[in-house]
C-alpha cells in the first residue's frame, strides 16, 4: 500500500480503529462509557471536553490531509485548499450543537427564574411590567396624598374641585339674589307676585328634575309638596278668580307645607341649590296665598253690592280648613299609591338604589318622623322592641301612610285661627322663617365651619398645601322635604 493511500486510511475516521494516538469520536451525553453528570456545573464540564475532542479530531483530521496534498498542489500550481467535513464529523457537530443551544436554554431559564421567578419570562418583560407596577404603586400614593381616594386622578380632582367652587359661588348668589328679589316683590309689587312665583319655582323645578333624575331620586318630585305647588300653578295661572281653589290651596300651603319646614328642618343655606329649592317650595305657596288673603282683591271673600268684603264670609270652618284639604291630600295619596305600589311595583322592587319618600324615612334613624313613629308603634305593640322598620314591608308603609294623614290633620288645625287672623298669620310666617334661618347658622357655623377647620388641620399636617375638598357640593345633598 502507497504513502498516500496510507495517510489517507489514517485520516479517514471511518475507516481508522481507535488507537491511544486517534481518540473515538465521542458519542452525544456519553464521556468514555459514563453518564453526564446531573448537576448543571458537571454537564457544562463534561459540554467543554467534548467541544475540545471533537475540534481537536477535526483539526488532527485536517493537518493529515494538507500534508499529503502539498505535493499535489505544487505540481498543480493551486495554492488553495478545501476539504469537506465528512458525515461523522458533521453530525458530532450537530450534536454538539444541540447540546450547547440546550445548556444556553437552561442557563437562560435558570437566569430567568432567579431574576423573574418564572424561567419561561423574559427579563425585559419583567423589569416592564415592574416599571408600570411601581409607576402605579406611585401614582396611587400621589392621588391618595392630594385628593384622599387612591383610585381618583389628580387632574379630574382639580377639574372637579375647580367646578365645585363655582357651582357653590353660583348658588350662594342665586339664594341670595332670590330672598332680595322676593322681598322686593312682595313689598314693593305683590299684585305680581303670582307670576313671579311661578316662574322661580319652575326653573328651580327643572333644575331639581335633572338633578334628582341623575341620582334616582326621580320618586320625591312625586311628594305631596309638589302636588300642592301644582294646585297653586292652577290658581294663578288658570283660575286666579275660583275662590274654593284659593282657599284650598291657603290651607294646604299655611298649614302643610310651613309645618313641614318645621319638622324637615329645612335651612336656608345660600350656598346649596337643594336646599334654596327646597325653602322656595316650602314658603313661596305661603307668601302667595298669604298676598291673596290679605290683599284688597281677596278673592277668597265674598264681596257685597258697594265692593266691601262681607267680614262674616271670611272665615273657615269644619269643611274649608280640614276636610277639603283632606279630600285633596287622600286624592294625593291615593294617585301615590297607585304609581308606586301597582304601576311601578316591579321596577322599584328590582332597583333598591331607587329612593323613594318611604325607604328615606325608613332608613333614616336620626329623622324625627322616624324617630316619632318607631316609638309609638313599639309603645303600642304594633313592632317589637328589638325590630325596626323595613321599607318593603307591607306593615311599614301603612304605618307611615296612618303617620302622614295623622301629620296632615295636626297641621291643618291651626288654619282657621290663621285665615281669621292678620296678625297671627304673619307672625307665624316671620316665626317660620326665623326657623329657617336659625337653621342655616347653624348649618354654617356647626357643619360647614367644623369640616372646613379639619381640612385645614390636616392641610397644615402636609405641609400648609391648600385644600378644597371641605366644599362639598350640596345640590345632591339630603332630602330635605
Known sequence: MSENDATTSASSPASSSPSASQPQTPVPGEVNGQAVGTTQMQQDEQLLVDVNKVLHQIVSSSELVEGDDDGASSAGGDSSQHRKLSGPELISLRVLEVRIRKNLSQQRGAFRKTVTGDPNRRVRDHARSQAEKTGRAVRKVARKAVTGSGDRSISDWVKQAN???????????????????????????PSDFGRYYVSIVSIMMLLRLYMYARNKWIYFLLDFCYFANASCFISVLFLPDNAWLWRLNYSVSNGVL????????????????????????????????????????????????????????CTLGFMGALAEPLIFYTFWQFLYILKTEIIDRQRLQDNPSIQTSLRWLTRDSKNFMHIFALRTCRVFGVIGHDETFEPEAMKTKIVFWIGQALFIVATLFPIPLLFSSYILNSGYILFVLSATVWNGANYYFEVFAARYIQQLEASSKRGNRYDTSYEKHEANGIKEE
Open 163 to 189: 367646578v365645585v367652587k363655582t357651582v357653590d359661588k353660583a348658588s350662594f348668589a342665586l339664594g341670595v339674589s332670590l330672598v332680595c328679589t322676593t322681598e322686593y316683590v312682595l313689598l314693593k309689587r
Open 258 to 313: 310651613l309645618a313641614a319646614v318645621l319638622a324637615w328642618r329645612n335651612s336656608l343655606v345660600f350656598h346649596s341649590l337643594d336646599k334654596v329649592t327646597s325653602i322656595a317650595i316650602h314658603i313661596l305657596p305661603g307668601f302667595l296665598t298669604y298676598l291673596e288673603r290679605w290683599s284688597e282683591k281677596n278673592v277668597m271673600c265674598s264681596k257685597g253690592e258697594a265692593g266691601a268684603v262681607v267680614t262674616a264670609s
